[in-house]
């Protein structure tokens, strides 16, 4: 099994700036692409930023040149820089790993998630 941790989350005004970080932990092989999410009140879970073991990313057009997602392989970490945040950036942010386990069991696996909101 995986685990994963997020922290980071919190309350910041619009205009401020928020860094998730995500620790992968448990019996992993390796780690494919890595991921965060958001799910706010009302709407579907969507993807926010993705990172591949070689470091290619993908971003929302939401968020793209404000967010930043970068990833330690060593360490089965993944961060989510966030910048000039606003209001609609408000959600649940949860992370997620593709990811092979010592026994060779392919999965996804999610965090537990961790509250962003963006308010005056």
């Known amino acids: 099994q995986v685990q994963l941790v997020e922290s980071g989350g919190g309350l910041v005004q619009p205009g401020g700036s928020l860094r998730l970080s995500c620790a992968a932990s448990g019996s992993i092989f390796t780690i494919y692409i890595m991921a965060w999410y958001r799910q706010a009140p009302g709407k579907q879970r969507e993807l926010v930023a993705a990172?591949?073991?070689?470091?290619?990313?993908n971003y929302a057009d939401s968020v793209k040149g404000r967010f930043t997602i970068s990833r330690d392989n060593a360490k089965n970490m993944v961060y989510l820089q966030m910048n000039s945040l606003v209001p609609e950036d408000t959600a649940v942010y949860y992370c997620n790993a593709d990811a092979a386990t010592a026994k060779g069991r392919r999965a996804d696996y999610w965090g537990q998630g961790t509250q962003v909101t963006v308010s005056s």
């Open positions: 990172i591949t073991s070689g470091r290619d990313t």
